[in-house]
């Protein structure tokens, strides 16, 4: 009777052995979801932070954009009505109508001149003549006269 016994309780102990295993298995297991789920969670609070410091960023260049377009409203223009001006083309654009217009600067103050020749690249350097100002004298129109 004695083996019976022992037979009993090393099949007790086994299964204890085994539930305590199977315990041991299961809180790894949880542990193991639990750093996942924190990563997951460092990663959902880096995505976060990148996407409050773009949307700083875009305020911050918005409100550089209105600042410059307050200061550009307040001084005057530095061309003329009539005055013929030289200008370096810093883009070519085509209108809605099919015509090339370029983009020029003279001191921050965009012009735009119509009526340039195909032959015209960005970096040439034009004379164009102020033909009118926007409402608000923030930009110019201008027609070409020539090649420099």
């Given amino acids: 009777m004695v083996a019976p016994l022992a037979a009993g309780v ?4 086994a299964a204890a052995l085994y539930t305590a295993y199977s315990k041991g298995k299961s809180a790894g297991i949880e542990k193991g979801k639990d750093k996942k789920e924190e990563e997951l969670s460092k990663e959902a609070k880096e995505e976060i932070k990148e996407e409050l410091r773009q949307e700083a960023k875009e305020e911050f260049n918005q409100e550089q954009s209105r600042e410059a377009h ?16 030289t200008l370096g083309v810093e883009e070519l654009k085509k209108h809605h109508s099919g015509v090339e ?20 690249n960005e970096g040439d350097v034009i004379s164009a003549k102020i033909t009118s100002f926007n409402d608000g004298k923030t ?4 027609t070409y006269q020539s090649t420099q």
């Fill in 10 to 13: 090393v099949v007790a102990g």
């Fill in 70 to 85: 307050r200061k550009a409203t307040q001084k005057a223009p530095p061309v003329n009505l009539g005055e013929e001006v």
């Fill in 101 to 120: 217009t370029a983009v020029c600067k003279k001191e921050g103050f965009v012009i735009f001149v119509n009526e340039v020749p195909y032959s015209i």
């Fill in 139 to 142: 930009s110019a129109d201008a």
